[in-house]
């Protein structure tokens, strides 16, 4: 019927979906589109819950118990929301403010709630991961500094370890209780044939450059299902995946010990996440976009296995996946996200005889004082 509606109104300008998740017993489901509309359904995908929000959502996750649902904003603000209809919940057309559990002052990216929901940890646009107690987000636990450009992807490895991927092309490891690096992983020190450098583009202003990097990192998963076996991460502007596989010291999946690529796997077409299967060991789901717009034979949703240190496709058929690449208006759909919404956080440094004149008369001031 839904689809049927989708048809008819086929030449209506698309609503897209900003972001979704599923809560950890799957008994409810959330989504979120780009006119601010946050939409829960029950596991028989009943309408239990819907409301505004005050910015689009970037992303949402469920709590342990499914009483509360956490979402944060572009804005860098992290709200808590009733998951289940109550007397503070206004009409849908209103907005439902929720409770304000944290904000940053630059956008927030990713953000997510270790296991056993004692903190949240929040990376931002300006480099910094900030772990902080949860409920009781007033108290700070500790930052995680090291990167140099966008923190754009953060998962946890175990109960203590956590893994970040960022637009300066680096995965950082971390103790993310006292913010200690444990491990780097620079794309940049490939072998020669791989090995790409951070390229600058002057715009029209003439004195403002973008430093970019061609490994900047857009999305990353881990198999926790496999006891964090694997780690895979996608970029912004290749065509590619890399699969690690985490190492611990002396077997022991709470000592982190280094990552190391065992494969890789060229794709035909424009990553927008990777995901590990949470319900199936060493499965893994790429969501991406054709090329070409015209490219009608794309498959917007793709399933590998992990399989003898390899990616292949699995000898298995899922029907969901089959029905939503078919769909045209789901097709078009993916089409119409946005491939470069990350191009433009990467920082504009500046450079020229004014800015050099400023600094020479701030370094005078400092030396005067």
């Not at 646009?125 to 990167?147: F, Q, S």
Request: proline content about 2%; hydrophobic content about 35%; glycine content about 4%.
């Amino acid at each position: 019927m839904i689809l049927e509606d989708m048809k008819k109104n086929s030449n209506e300008p698309i609503v897209s979906f900003n972001t979704g998740t599923v809560s950890n017993q799957q008994d409810f489901i959330a989504i979120s589109d780009d006119l601010k509309n946050v939409i829960i359904f029950d596991r028989n995908f009943k309408k239990i819950n819907q409301f505004k929000i005050k910015k689009n959502a970037q992303k949402m996750i469920f709590t342990k118990n499914e009483d509360k649902i956490l979402i944060c904003d572009k804005a860098g603000d992290i709200y808590e929301f009733d998951v289940k209809q109550s007397s503070t919940i206004t009409t849908s057309d209103e907005e439902n403010c929720g409770r304000l559990l944290l904000g940053h002052c630059s956008m927030l990216l990713d953000f997510l709630l270790t296991d056993d929901q004692r903190f949240i940890i929040s990376a931002d646009r300006d480099e910094k991961i900030r772990v902080t107690h949860y409920p009781n987000t007033y108290n700070i636990k500790t930052y995680c500094l090291g990167h140099s450009q966008f923190v754009s992807v953060i998962q946890l490895i175990n109960e203590q370890t956590l893994a970040s991927g960022s637009g300066d092309g680096k995965i950082k490891i971390w103790n993310y209780l006292n913010g200690k690096i444990l491990y780097t992983h620079d794309f940049h020190e490939q072998q020669p044939q791989e090995q790409q450098q951070p390229t600058s583009t002057t715009t029209n202003g003439g004195n403002k450059s973008l430093v970019r990097s061609d490994f900047a990192i857009k999305s990353m998963t881990i198999d926790r299902q496999n006891n964090g076996r694997h780690l895979c991460v996608s970029f912004l502007s290749q065509l590619i995946l890399y699969l690690f596989k985490i190492e611990y010291q002396n077997d022991d999946e709470k000592q982190f010990k280094s990552l190391n690529i065992i494969t890789q796997l060229k794709l035909n077409q424009i990553p927008l996440m990777i995901k590990f299967d949470s319900s199936h060991i060493n499965f893994l789901w790429i969501f991406g976009a054709a090329k070409d717009d015209n490219d009608n034979n794309n498959e917007p949703i793709q399933l590998y296995e992990v399989k003898q240190n390899e990616l292949a496709r699995p000898l298995i058929r899922i029907n969901v996946i089959d029905t939503l690449n078919q769909n045209e208006h789901f097709r078009r759909s993916v089409a119409a996200i946005k491939r470069d919404q990350y191009e433009y956080l990467f920082k504009h440094p500046f450079h020229g005889e004014i800015v050099d004149e400023n600094f020479q008369h701030k370094r005078s001031r400092i030396k005067s004082e």
